[in-house]
Structures are given as structure tokens and as C-alpha cells.
């Protein structure tokens, strides 16, 4: 049984490895079983999912033929809905074929697709910032606007919600120093040196890069020992939330077993087999990665002309763009898999900062394109008042429905003053001086 801490008993018997656990059809059937694949099945298969596979193609023929730029991002942007479902349904149903080592590599890259992608135009196009922007505005989204979407939708008609305080709250203070990691090159330019008289004391562009380059190599290095922490030494700790949302949705489900209509059942939990799922993969990535470069041409031709801001990349590709990922989050936590919810908004944040973000500063790196950490003063700092505002509120392992909804709150006034806020320019990082 497990303790209040969280643990395993001493007299519970050893889990099973992996490989003998989905040994059997029936096991790997059992495999999906986890609410969230299944709440993203359903999201897939919805009819309004399948309308939006259409924005696809118009999104993409929008761009080469040279449509309004406005019309351009908005259609590429719808287009990103049902991509995202297809990509995320994919790696859930590669899960089995490549094992859990691999299989986090690939949520951590492919599952973050929009930041990735975003991010790797971006740079090539030597425009770094926009990169800064859709990474903070997918972290404000996780832990202000889901996390307190759960706890509002989820706690509405609950006094108090648990979860698991020992796990939560070493994933929160992780994120909390990667936060701050992220942040630190801003920190640089922004609070000098008090000796203003010596030239010396002025922070120069290589040293930016230089700090930049090792905070990111160091964060890599985070990643990779995460990774151990999570699929090695302490995998129990991940393991026993997930078979208890496992076995909870098999419980509920279990009258499909009982008629005895397996090949039915087998169906509604999978879309694809390992080999089209492959397949789908790769279409979803490739058709995602066409409607970024749009998205990032469009929005850049319209704040050339000075007539937007960085409002767009802050806060509508994040939100539109993953929306399928936060939909499913939000229902596997009204239906009472909180922990569960709670410990995928963590993963997928610090997936963000522990992966995506560095691997994206050493590939500028590469290409020969000056991208580094230092992000605008006013995107870092409401990066790291989320981080504040999260951690707290999940520390003691409960919450209510009043979190939930100051939380949602804090993302919308937040949302308001990135809409009035001038943006910096998306063209060129801010000046530093040249050495």
C-alpha cells in the first residue's frame, strides 16, 4: 500500500519490469488504459478535430500563395489544433514500441513541437527573441492558466484537493532554479556592476553568449540526471500515481472486459499501429513545421510595419497551439486524477526549460546566429513570478478551488499587460555592448 509520504510499503511486492508487464496483447491493452491517452483519443476523434485537419491544407496554401499576411497566421495557427493532437496521439501509441527511455526523449521533443519548431525558424532566420517569447508564454500557460483550470474545474464541488506533496514539491523547486538559471542572463545586463566608471564593468555581448552557452550545456546535464531520477533510481515515486490512474480507468471501464468484446475495446483505446503511428509522426511534424515558418513570416511582417507586438507569439501560438494538450490535462483532472494532471503540467515545464530551451541556444549556436538566454526584462520577470506564484501554491500538496481561479486570473492580467506593453523587436536581440 502507499504511505502518507507517498512511498511503497515494505511489504509490496516489486513491480514488474516493463518488458513483462506488456508481454501480452491484453497487458499493452491494459497499457493504455491511462487516462490521459485516453482523454486525448477522445479529443482526436472528436468531429470538431477532424473539421480542423481541414485548416491544414489552407494554411499551407495561404503561405505559398501569397495571401494576406493577417489571413496567413490565422489559418496556420488553427492548423496547429489538430496537428498537435495527431503528433501527441502518435508518441502515446509509440510508447510500447520504444520504451520509456526513448519514449521520454520523444515528449520531450516531438510533444513540444510548437516551441521546437518555432524556435529552430526562429533562429535559422537569425530572430532569436521569438524563440524567448513562445517558450515563456507555453510556461505561463502550464502554471498559471491549466494548473488553475484544474483546480477551478476540478474543486468547485470539493472542499480540498491532495496530491502527492514529496514529488510535487521536488519538481517545483527544480523548475524554480532552471527559472532562475534562465533568467540569470537578463539579470547581467539589466543590474551591472556598481563601478559605472570602469569599461570593464559594462556586461558585453560575448559574455552573454558565454553565460548562455554554459547555462545551457548545464541544464542538458539536469536533463540527462532527471531523466535517471525519474526512469531509474526513483521511479517508483512517478510510477505509483500512474498505475493508480490506470487501474482506477480500467475499474470504470471494466464492463467491456466482462462482455467479453476485446477487439471492440482495443479499438477505442488505439488509432493507430506502431508503424503508422511512425508515419503519422513524421506527416504531423513535417505539416506543423510548414505552418510555423508561415506563422513566423506573417507575424513578423506585421511587427515590421509596428503595427503589433510580441502579444501573438506570448500568448496565442502557445494557447491555440497546444490547446489539445491542455484540454486533456484539464479533463483527466476533473475526473479525479489530479496528481496525474499536476505532475504533467511540471514535466512539460521543465521538458520546456530543461530540453527545449538549451538545445535551441547551442543549434543558434551551430547555425552561426546569435541566440542566447536574454530574454526582455518584463517576459523574465513574469517567467519567474509564475515559477513563484506555482510553487506556492502547490507546495503543501492541496488546493481548492480559489487557487484554481486566482491563478486564472493571474494569466489574464498577465495576458493584458503583454497585449499594452510595447514589444521589443523581434529582428535583433537588445543592445549590449560589443566587445
Known amino acids: 500500500m502507499e504511505g502518507p509520504s507517498g512511498t511503497l510499503a515494505e511489504s509490496d511486492p516489486p513491480t514488474p519490469p516493463p518488458s513483462e508487464r506488456v508481454s501480452s496483447p491484453t497487458a499493452a491493452l491494459h497499457g493504455r488504459t491511462n487516462p490521459f491517452h485516453m482523454a486525448i483519443m477522445r479529443i482526436g476523434r472528436h468531429p470538431v478535430s477532424k473539421a480542423l485537419a481541414g485548416f491544414v491544407l489552407l494554411g499551407l496554401l495561404s503561405g505559398l500563395l501569397g495571401w494576406p499576411r493577417q489571413l496567413v497566421f490565422w489559418l496556420n495557427l488553427v492548423a496547429l489544433v489538430p496537428l498537435m493532437a495527431i503528433i501527441t496521439i502518435a508518441i502515446t501509441e509509440l510508447s510500447h514500441t520504444l520504451g520509456p527511455l526513448l519514449h521520454e526523449l520523444l515528449k520531450s521533443t516531438l510533444g513540444n513541437s510548437v516551441e521546437l519548431m518555432v524556435g529552430l525558424v526562429s533562429a535559422q532566420m537569425g530572430q532569436g527573441r521569438i524563440f524567448h517569447s513562445v517558450v515563456v508564454g507555453s510556461i505561463?500557460?502550464?502554471?498559471?492558466?491549466?494548473?488553475?483550470?484544474?483546480?477551478?474545474?476540478?474543486?468547485?464541488?470539493?472542499?480540498?484537493?491532495?496530491?502527492?506533496?514529496?514529488?510535487?514539491?521536488?519538481?517545483?523547486?527544480?523548475?524554480?532554479?532552471?527559472?532562475?538559471?534562465?533568467?540569470?542572463?537578463?539579470?547581467?545586463?539589466?543590474?551591472?556592476?556598481?563601478?559605472?566608471?570602469?569599461?570593464?564593468?559594462?556586461?558585453?555581448s560575448h559574455e552573454v553568449q558565454m553565460v548562455s552557452y554554459g547555462i545551457?550545456?548545464?541544464?542538458?546535464?539536469?536533463?540527462?540526471v532527471f531523466l535517471l531520477f525519474q526512469l531509474k533510481s526513483h521511479a517508483a515515486l512517478f510510477r505509483i500515481a500512474e498505475e493508480t490512474a490506470?487501474?482506477?480507468?480500467?475499474?470504470?471501464?471494466?464492463?467491456?472486459?466482462?462482455?467479453?468484446?476485446?477487439?471492440?475495446?482495443?479499438?477505442?483505446?488505439?488509432?493507430?499501429?506502431?508503424?503508422?503511428?511512425?508515419?503519422?509522426?513524421?506527416?504531423?511534424?513535417?505539416?506543423?513545421?510548414?505552418?510555423?515558418?508561415?506563422?513566423?513570416n506573417s507575424v513578423n511582417a506585421a511587427l515590421e510595419r509596428g503595427t503589433g507586438t510580441s502579444f501573438p507569439i506570448l500568448v496565442w501560438v502557445p494557447l491555440v497551439g497546444n490547446v489539445t494538450k491542455y484540454l486533456t490535462i484539464v479533463i483527466i483532472s476533473r475526473q479525479g486524477h489530479v496528481e496525474v494532471a499536476v505532475r504533467n503540467i511540471l514535466n512539460s515545464i521543465l521538458r520546456l526549460t530543461l530540453l527545449v530551451a538549451p538545445t535551441l541556444v547551442l543549434m543558434g549556436w551551430s547555425l552561426g546566429q546569435s541566440v542566447t538566454l536574454q530574454m526582455d526584462n518584463f517576459e523574465a520577470t513574469m517567467l519567474f513570478l509564475a515559477a513563484m506564484v506555482m510553487s506556492h501554491v502547490i507546495h503543501e500538496g492541496r488546493a481548492n478551488y480559489f487557487d484554481g481561479l486566482m491563478l486564472c486570473g493571474t494569466y489574464i492580467i498577465t495576458g493584458v499587460a503583454f497585449y499594452v506593453c510595447p514589444s521589443v523587436s523581434t529582428t535583433k536581440d537588445i543592445a549590449v555592448v560589443n566587445t
Do not use: W
Open 140 to 204: 505561463l500557460c502550464y502554471a498559471l492558466l491549466v494548473l488553475g483550470s484544474c483546480f477551478l474545474i476540478s474543486g468547485y464541488d470539493k472542499e480540498h484537493l491532495q496530491f502527492d506533496r514529496t514529488l510535487t514539491s521536488i519538481m517545483s523547486s527544480l523548475m524554480m532554479m532552471v527559472c532562475i538559471s534562465l533568467v540569470l542572463p537578463g539579470v547581467m545586463v539589466t543590474f551591472p556592476s556598481l563601478d559605472t566608471l570602469s569599461i570593464s564593468a559594462v556586461v558585453t
Open 216 to 224: 545551457a550545456l548545464i541544464l542538458l546535464g539536469l536533463f540527462g
Open 246 to 296: 490506470e487501474s482506477h480507468y480500467s475499474g470504470t471501464s471494466g464492463d467491456h472486459h466482462a462482455d467479453g468484446n476485446e477487439a471492440q475495446t482495443r479499438h477505442e483505446r488505439t488509432m493507430f499501429t506502431p508503424r503508422s503511428a511512425g508515419a503519422a509522426l513524421f506527416i504531423g511534424v513535417a505539416c506543423l513545421t510548414g505552418c510555423v515558418v508561415h506563422i513566423v
